[in-house]
């Protein structure tokens, strides 16, 4: 799971990419920023990407090497770190576009708003990629709720039933309830 922060490092964006947003520049600057903005983007989605198929081989992988709850357990608590680790890296670079965005000069085009917009989603798609697969290694590790589906039939009880004795026992287990039906 190391190579995700290798990948994350590639897709942090450069320093000053979202300030140059705001900067007054000229139409020279400005299409250097888009071309900026679009190289990031891409190389943000084409990482994203990457590490989304690293980690259905690993959850394929996992699934064909375990067979234990724990095992799963112990997977699902080892992505918890890593994307706890990489929350705190994205944060600032999510609180930075979201601010981008909200703050947008008159001057920003369709095209620059939309590169921002997919830098943010990629950004948020790189956190959900951790909580999707740890909760696919929890589901594994929970194989008990697959049979809570599962219809139940009772079997017909064969003989007489002494109803009364039956009463008496349930009313004997439950002593409040039968003194709140008595109120």
Known sequence: MSKGLAQLTE??????????LAAQTGPAERLLFVERLRRHAEASRAALSRQSGEFD???????????????????????????????????????????ALAQAPQSATREELGYIKECLDVARGWRALYHDLRF??????????????????????KGEVDHGALTDEIIGRFPNILKALAE
Request: proline letters at 8%.
């Open 11 to 20: 897709m942090l964006p450069e320093p000053g990419l979202v300030d140059a």
């Open 57 to 99: 081989k690993m959850y394929e992988e996992a699934k064909g090497r375990f067979s234990e709850p724990l095992a799963f357990q112990k997977l699902a608590e080892a992505v918890l770190k890593e994307e706890q680790g990489i929350s705190e890296r994205l944060y600032p670079w999510i609180e930075a576009l979201e601010q």
């Open 136 to 157: 696919r290694l929890l589901d594994l590790a929970e194989p008990e709720r697959d049979r809570t589906n599962q219809i139940l039939r009772a079997k017909p009880v």
